[in-house]
């Protein structure tokens, strides 16, 4: 079993940054992809970035340019650095991991809110 918990949402500025971070427990094998995803008011889930075991990072949608995600495996923990928000970045964002144990499991962390607003 694997948990997550996400940190670092808040109310910002638009134009303004966060850093939106994720630490996981448990068994977490080397075949892994962590993820963030966000889902706005209204709106369904959707995909922000990834990032695989081989050190690839993938951004999609409006992300790209302005978001990254990184991660530290020393402290069991993936980042997503956001800058230049706006307001369409208002959402719930969550953190992701699927690892490969035989087949592919895959584990949600609850959420942490993010307002761009003035």
């Known amino acids: 079993q694997v948990q997550l918990a996400e940190s670092g949402g808040g109310l910002v500025q638009p134009g303004g940054s966060l850093r939106l971070s994720c630490v996981y427990s448990g068994s977490i094998f080397n075949r892994n992809i962590m993820a963030w995803y966000r889902q706005a008011p209204g709106k369904q889930r959707e995909l922000v970035a990834t990032s695989n075991d081989f050190g690839g990072t993938n951004y999609y949608g409006s992300a790209k340019g302005r978001f990254t995600i990184s991660r530290d495996n020393t402290k069991n923990t993936v980042y997503l650095q956001m800058n230049s928000l706006k307001p369409d970045d208002t959402a719930v964002y969550y953190c992701?991991?699927?690892?490969?144990?035989?087949?592919?499991?895959?584990?949600w962390g609850p959420g942490t809110r993010v307002t761009v607003s003035s």
């Open positions: 992701n991991v699927k690892t490969f144990k035989g087949t592919w499991e895959e584990y």
